[in-house]
C-alpha cells in the first residue's frame, strides 16, 4: 500500500511520477470508499479519473447489514480532500446501485460530502420528443431490483441518499404508473426504504385509467407493493349532469 493525502487515502497497484505530474493506476482505499480506474491523476490535494468505479460503505449501517451505501462503474470523477468532497459524472447512463435498499438509479451526477450524512443526485431536465409528449411516454430513472415487485419503477429528477436511515429521497416526481392507474404524490416526494419498501404516500392523487383518465380520487391514502399492486383508500370526484362535484368517501381503492 502507498500513503498518500497525509494518510487519508491508500493506493494498491502502481504510481507513475513524470515531468507531467503524477498518475497512477489500481485501488484507492479511503474511510469509506474505494475506487477503481486505470487513469488517476492526482494533484496535491485532489484525485481525478475519467472512467473509475466507487464504492461507498455506510459507516452507520448495523451488524449483519450491507455495509455498502452506493455501488457505480464508469464515472468521471473528482475528489477533493481540501473541500471534503467527491463529484462523480456518469452522463445518466450508468446504474447507480443502492444494494440495502434493493434499488438502482441513472442519474447524471451526485455530490458525496466524505464527512457529511447524505450523497445528492441530479438529472438534467431532456426534452420530449413530440411523440414521447403526446403519447405520455416517461424515461424512467429509478427501479426496483425486487423481482415481486414486477420492475416497480418512476421517474425523479433529484434526490437525496440518507445514509444515517439508509433511505432514498426522491424528489420532483411527476406520477408513479401502476396498473392501469397514475398516482400522483404530495409535493413530488416519496422515500425507498430498505428492501425497496415504498413508504406510504399521503394526501395523494390517483386518476384512472391510463388512457380515459375519467376517475380521479383524492387525499389518497395508498401503498405501492409493486408495478401491478396498490391498495389505499381516499374521496372519489362524482360530477351529475350539472358538474356539481360530490366526492365519495371510498374506503379500498386496489389495483
Not at 174 to 200: H, Q, W
Request: glycine letters at 6%; one cysteine or more; a neutral charge.
Amino acid at each position: 500500500f502507498i500513503s498518500m493525502f497525509q494518510d487519508e487515502c491508500y493506493m494498491s497497484g502502481e504510481l507513475t511520477l513524470s515531468e507531467n505530474g503524477v498518475t497512477g493506476k489500481g485501488r484507492l482505499h479511503m474511510m469509506d470508499a474505494s475506487m477503481d480506474a486505470i487513469d488517476f491523476v492526482f494533484s496535491s490535494s485532489e484525485i481525478f479519473s475519467d472512467s473509475s468505479s466507487f464504492n461507498l460503505r455506510n459507516r452507520f449501517a448495523k451488524v449483519g447489514e450491507n455495509p455498502l451505501a452506493i455501488q457505480s462503474n464508469g464515472l468521471k470523477s473528482h475528489v477533493s480532500f481540501k473541500t471534503r468532497m467527491g463529484e462523480f459524472n456518469s452522463k445518466g447512463t450508468k446504474r447507480i446501485k443502492f444494494p440495502s435498499n434493493k434499488y438502482y438509479c441513472q442519474m447524471d451526477k451526485f455530490l458525496w460530502q466524505m464527512d457529511g450524512e447524505s450523497i445528492d443526485f441530479e438529472k438534467k431536465k431532456e426534452v420530449q420528443t413530440k411523440f414521447e409528449t403526446n403519447t405520455g411516454i416517461v424515461k424512467n430513472n429509478f427501479f426496483s431490483m425486487v423481482e415481486t415487485q414486477d420492475s416497480l419503477q418512476f421517474k425523479s429528477t433529484s434526490a437525496q441518499y440518507d445514509l444515517k436511515n439508509e433511505t432514498i429521497n426522491c424528489f420532483k416526481v411527476d406520477f408513479l404508473e401502476i396498473g392501469d392507474a397514475y398516482i400522483i404524490p404530495k409535493d413530488g416526494s416519496l422515500k425507498i426504504r430498505k428492501d425497496a419498501v415504498m413508504d406510504t404516500l399521503f394526501d395523494s392523487h390517483i386518476v384512472a385509467n391510463k388512457v380515459t383518465k375519467l376517475h380521479n380520487f383524492s387525499d389518497v391514502t395508498v401503498s405501492v407493493k409493486g408495478r401491478n399492486e396498490f391498495n389505499g383508500k381516499g374521496f372519489y370526484s362524482y360530477f351529475d349532469r350539472d358538474s356539481s362535484e360530490t366526492k365519495i368517501d371510498i374506503g379500498n381503492i386496489y389495483f
